[in-house]
DNA sequence: TATTGTTATACTCTATAACTATA
DNA sequence: TATAGTTATAGAGTATAACAATA
């Protein structure tokens, strides 16, 4: 495959993701803002310091410190202090914030497993293969 | 293929869709704030009234007038008065905004590419047969 | 001294309402 | 009257700087 191809596929594969993703966005009707939904995300595999938090959304100390307050004040998140450092605020999400989860991503899919659902059983199994190369991709 | 391995495919290809277009964009380094980025390349198939351009965008008539105005001071837009509707602005993209399509567009793709190269030409061709089918469902 | 988290302040982008000009 | 575009104003969200508490 000539360098030309590669760039062609490259190019067309990451502008088909982006409008993919932004469609499963939009249809989703979010019920909570995008980055309210993107910590609960990350504390959902685990409990995080605002600072941690931070650093892996990228956003600074101050936006982390709103964001988890209007988490708290929505009860999708408890703060606790930290026992071994005094310093440090532990957040965890809470039953309810799971719920929003279970609910964002039910929208999320609903759009997607409809298109799905239109393919043939052989484009449903190309995806499938396809699907663990790109995930190969992404996590390089 | 059963419902259940349906949903899983589709929730799987969306969040890796989502991770492959955020992760690009991230790479890209952003020269321009994306929602200018967004309208240049509304533009690139041909000049809009702005009244279009914020229907298509789902922004307000003043958020876009404000857009606008900031691709107009950056001399990547240029404004004209609709001959026929003396109420209508015509927006068109100048040289110095495609030229910013194609330096956003190298940043974003040279990732992607980097990736792709790493890929067995078995597993590229894979891709290649997935994006038609790709592309058809985002354009359902 | 360095680090965690918060408050103070300013900037950007957004929306709704009100205004002007044209149809 | 209705529509295109702008201006006025207010509400989110963000960042940097300055602060308090703890290591």
Redesign the pocket.
Known sequence: MADTEILRLSSDLRVTCGRIARRTRLESGQEI?Q??YSVLVRLESGPS????L?DRE?????????????LDVLGHVR?EP?A???????VRITPSGRRVLDRVRGNRDAWMVARMSQLSKRERELLAEALVVLQRIETA
Do not use: F, K
């Open positions: 803002p980055h309210l310091t605002a600072r941690q931070a990228r956003v600074s100390a101050p936006a982390m410190t709103r964001t988890v307050s209007a703060r930290d071994e450092d005094g310093r440090r605020t532990i």
